[in-house]
């Protein structure tokens, strides 16, 4: 998770070393997620097929690999190749980490052990582009990666010694056209989403294209997985209501998260004036606050159930959003760490219980398949999130600058900018309360199933 955005902190650095304009730098992150969108459909079938150890060892030696790459790497097409074997480590990892979970936790402590992997997953993004700021300023982007391997050296050698085979090997036949499909679906729509949202535009035919290619694709595989007796991807994990409103919470989750993550940075350099550094060390404290309270609503949630946490999450995140809608060039330090951390406590109320709530609700041998469509839509919605913040930014910022008397004048061009970011706070605010909407329908899972120990 440190590794997916810690590069994001050096992307206007690489464009002068590397020599290449913003829509090439982008696709460091594109080319990941493209990964992520591709393969992460996939591990539903390959959890099935695959021992835990064998997933493990795989998933860290591709990260280790594409970590040493991008350490090494010497140009940009060399560092895109390590960025997108850094990828596929990923999208091995992180569902059979929660597969695993859900595997060997009883499903009444299951919230705390969620809770844990929310601090994981939450910190680790949030830690990234500080530690990423200060690495630049004192040594070279090639340090973010050198940083890494030796966490993930220690991780494959305790993976060795010591990680038990927790899921069941079944070999499901390998149905070649719903891979083809799955890839082109999931696929074609990050890859329209993350071009529109970098410089090419929602009218640009390589957008609309991908897109419809996606859509297409999407509907095809959607009709083959409901009619196969043994899918790929069993999508009859959504006739459970929990797990539905579950997901659709999740995806407002990301979506809120990562076009935050987004627009924040970008404002508090581009309009603000801050270094790379002093603006990751502004976004720290909420991001370290989410980590760290996950467990705490995971153990809420073993005790009271979602509702009443999701609901008052929603509420908090809500508030902050609206807040964060009347952000300018006079909003101060404090104001925005307060923010942000109220955002990020509101979210971590959302995020781990509902998800925990919708996947409680699945049948035994729905799990594997409920984790891949969790991770693989979270992914979606990221690129989707993204891609409709940078969107809604420019089109806030073109529609000041066009009734502006002077559009050339530095001032109004940061008066413009500001108006596009505060528009994205404002269609965030409009994401939050649908899922306020949606959250009066959630119910606690009562669990009529319980897995069998690890080795049985």
């Not at 844990?116 to 582009?129: D, K």
């Not at 979270?378 to 930014?393: E, H, R, W």
């Not at 649908?434 to 959630?442: C, D, K, N, T, Y």
Request: glycine share 8%; aromatic share 10%; charged share 10%.
């Amino acid at each position: 998770m440190f590794s997916e955005t810690a590069l994001n902190v050096a992307l206007s650095q690489l464009m002068e070393l590397l020599n290449i304009s913003t829509a090439t730098v982008q696709w460091l992150t594109t080319a990941y997620l493209l990964t992520l969108g591709i393969l992460v459909p996939i591990s539903g079938l390959l959890l099935q097929r695959f021992t835990t150890r064998q997933l493990f060892v795989a998933a860290v030696c591709a990260s280790i690999t594409g970590t040493f790459l991008a350490a090494i790497a010497p140009n940009f097409s060399f560092l895109l190749t390590a960025r997108v074997v850094q990828a596929v480590g990923t999208a091995l990892l992180l569902p059979l980490m929660f597969n695993t979970i859900l595997v060997i936790i009883p499903a009444h402590k299951r919230g705390a052990a969620m809770g844990m992997i929310g601090l994981v997953i939450m910190v680790a993004p949030a830690v990234g582009p500080t530690i990423a700021g200060l690495l630049i300023e004192n040594l070279s982007w090639h340090w973010i990666f050198w940083l890494s391997l030796p966490v993930l050296f220690i991780s494959l050698i305790f993976g060795i010694l010591f990680m038990q085979n927790v899921n069941e090997v079944s070999k499901p036949p390998i149905d070649v056209l719903s891979i083809l499909l799955s890839s082109l679906g999931f696929g074609g729509v990050v890859y329209g989403f993350s071009s529109a949202g970098e410089a090419d535009g929602w009218d640009s035919p390589k957008v609309v294209i991908a897109l419809i290619i996606g859509a297409v694709a999407l509907a095809l595989f959607t009709w083959r997985q409901l009619t196969q007796e043994k899918p790929m991807m069993n999508l009859r994990a959504f006739r459970y209501p929990m797990f539905t409103i579950a997901v659709v919470m999740v995806l407002i989750c990301m979506m809120i998260i990562l076009s935050s993550m987004l627009i924040l940075p970008l404002y508090l350099q581009k309009g603000l004036g801050k270094t790379a550094f002093e603006a990751g060390l502004l976004l720290l404290p909420g991001g370290l606050i989410n980590g760290l309270i996950s467990p705490v609503m995971g153990r809420l949630f073993d005790r009271f159930g979602p509702k009443w946490l999701v609901m008052p999450g929603l509420v908090v995140a809500g508030a902050a959003l609206w807040f964060f809608s009347d952000i300018s060039a006079a909003s101060t330090a404090a104001f925005i760490i307060s923010l942000h951390s109220t955002l990020m406590i509101g979210i971590s109320m959302v995020f781990m219980p509902a998800q925990t709530n919708g996947i409680n609700q699945l049948p035994l041998e729905l799990y594997p398949d409920g984790t891949a469509i969790m991770n693989t839509l979270q992914q979606v919605a990221g690129a989707i999130g993204t891609a409709l913040a940078v969107s809604i930014m420019t089109a806030g910022s073109k529609s000041y600058l066009s009734g502006s008397a002077n559009p050339a004048d530095l001032m109004e061009i940061l008066a413009g900018f500001t108006q596009g970011v505060q528009r994205v706070f404002i269609f965030g605010l409009i994401v939050a309360a649908a899922g306020l909407v949606l959250s009066f329908f959630i119910k606690r899972v009562k669990i009529k199933h319980e897995m069998p120990k690890a080795g049985h």
